[in-house]
T-cell receptor, first 113, second 114 residues
């Protein structure tokens, strides 16, 4: 149980375009989903927390207009990186939680050229 | 807010030896402490967790200890195997507040030498 999927696993896009990443909890209803960014050999940096049906709570320093988060249902959250630039290239990981245990998706490696 | 510090940043052990990773936290309200294992390019996997109403928890070769007074908790891996090589992250959260997000430590890269 507690399986979280994430799609796509890898994406390469041109500078200025937008990219959407999906996070799904496959076998449980996630009341809360989290989006993280991870740089090489670094820890997980929380970007935002999203609850189903409400606006996401962004961490300090994360631009909400650039990283759009939608949590439309108890099993799906999306992160859209708008007007992507090379500095947005990173490993993005979502996690889903029903109580306090968090289960992570496999991550999306974004490369902006 | 919560601050979690993790040591060491890298750890190399011989196969069969034990490995210990330590974390300290700052928020005395924190009462849930999970540990995650992340292999290169893969997702973090929850390997063990502990709540503040217990001082120790074991699962086969893995154990976690918690000292609430000192605000530190540790991961112990016995009889290490090469497949234990990965980055390990500790985390903390106060379950009784509105905050739902974990605060992670900086990670420990464990290398088990065959």
């Amino acid at each position: 149980g507690a399986v979280v999927s994430q799609h796509p696993s890898r994406v390469i896009c041109k500078s200025g375009t937008s990219v959407k990443i999906e996070c799904r909890s496959l076998d449980f209803q996630a009341t809360t989903m989290f989006w993280y960014r991870q740089f090489p050999k670094k820890s997980l940096m929380l970007m935002a927390t999203s609850n189903e049906g409400s606006k996401a709570t962004y961490e300090q320093g994360v631009e909400k207009d650039k990283f759009l988060i939608n949590h439309a249902s108890l099993t799906l959250s999306t992160l859209t990186v708008t007007s992507a630039h090379p500095e947005d290239s990173s490993f993005y990981i979502c996690s889903a939680s029903q109580t306090y245990e968090q289960y992570f998706g496999p991550g999306t490696r974004l490369t902006v050229t | 807010g919560e601050n979690v510090e993790q040591h060491p940043s890298t750890l190399s052990v011989q196969e069969g030896d034990s490995a210990v990773i330590k974390c300290t936290y700052s928020d005395s309200a924190s009462n849930y402490f999970p540990w995650y294992k992340q292999e290169l390019g893969k997702r973090p996997q929850l390997i063990i967790d502990i709540r503040s109403n217990v001082g120790e928890k074991k699962d086969q070769r893995i154990a976690v200890t918690l000292n609430k007074t000192a605000k530190h908790f540790s991961l112990h891996i016995t009889e290490t195997q090469p497949e234990d090589s990965a980055v390990y992250f500790c985390a903390a959260i106060p379950m009784d507040t509105g905050r739902r997000a974990l605060t992670f430590g900086s990670g420990t890269r464990l290398q088990v030498q065959p």
